[in-house]
């Protein structure tokens, strides 16, 4: 009797494993499933917004001229040089990053070196620095040397980075890269406009008078808000940037393009 029951025990167990994994096979698919059609619902959010926006403003133009370098195995080995003493006189900088959509890979880093004219303390015109990651040169050459220097010289503990969002998080994923590994990017000053931004904004465009916050002389978002001029309610919600121009400057920032294969290369000289 005790024999039988162990060998149906013992028959029994490659079942339960079979059935399991078919369980947790189903959960997955089950949750697939959810996070496609949740992934689904927020793009399709997010085009019927983009689209309001575009019909509604004007296409987002700077206010200052720039020019725009592209680092990567074509660049011009004096454009480096000079690039690198730009970078030297620089204390502000704005960065933003990429992930190419194919690879999921990190791919680019852009970079604005902020300058100032000394009496005014306005910006002039601005350069612009995009590290391609993904088409570098070979470690032994004497060019590999010198983006290494340019990166070392902007990504200095002693400058200032602008971000929208957490810099340190974006930077660190270059990590991947041999020549991103020397950088100290726990050492880096991030400023986060993006929360500067949000309390500069609540400050400055308080409540209406007709709002219920009004009573509690509250300048934080809340759910019972009331403001048109106030689009978040949640005090959790976070400002994104085409939200914030679209406020600000009454422009439309067109964010279609953030999710590309950006790893195939901007610079047209990768392709001749």
């Not at 904004?201 to 009004?214: A, L």
Request: hydrophobic residues 35%; aromatic residues 12%; contains cysteine.
């Amino acid at each position: 009797m005790v024999m039988l029951i162990n060998e149906e025990i013992v028959m029994a167990v490659p079942l339960l494993n079979v059935l399991n994994v078919q369980e947790r096979k189903k959960k997955i698919k089950q949750k697939t499933s959810q996070q496609r059609y949740s992934n689904w619902q927020r793009n399709q959010n997010k085009r019927r917004v983009d689209q309001q926006l575009n019909d509604t403003l004007p296409i987002f133009t700077s206010h200052k001229p720039y020019q725009v370098f592209f680092i990567n195995y074509m660049s011009s080995f004096f454009t480096i040089l000079r690039l690198i003493e730009c970078a030297r006189q620089t204390t502000y900088f704005t960065i933003d990053t990429e992930n190419d959509d194919r690879s999921h890979k990190p791919a680019l880093i852009q970079i604005e070196l902020v300058q100032f004219e000394e009496q005014t303390a306005t910006a002039t015109t601005t350069t612009v620095v995009i590290f391609e990651m993904c088409h570098l040169l070979s470690r032994k050459t004497l060019k590999y040397q010198r983006i290494q220097q340019l990166l070392s010289t902007i990504f200095n503990p002693s400058k200032t980075f602008l971000t929208w969002g957490d810099g340190e998080n974006e930077l660190s994923k270059f990590k991947i890269y041999q020549l991103f590994q020397s950088i100290p990017v726990a050492s880096l000053q991030f400023k986060n406009v993006q929360n500067l931004f949000k309390n500069w904004y609540n400050n400055t465009y308080k409540h209406n008078f007709n709002c219920c916050m009004t009573a509690f002389n509250d300048i934080d978002d809340d759910p019972y808000c009331t403001c048109a001029h106030r689009p978040y309610k949640d005090p959790s919600n976070t400002w994104s940037l085409q939200k914030a121009v679209a406020m600000i400057f009454q422009q439309f920032l067109d964010k279609s393009l953030t999710r590309n294969n950006w790893g195939q290369g901007l610079d047209n000289r990768l392709y001749h």
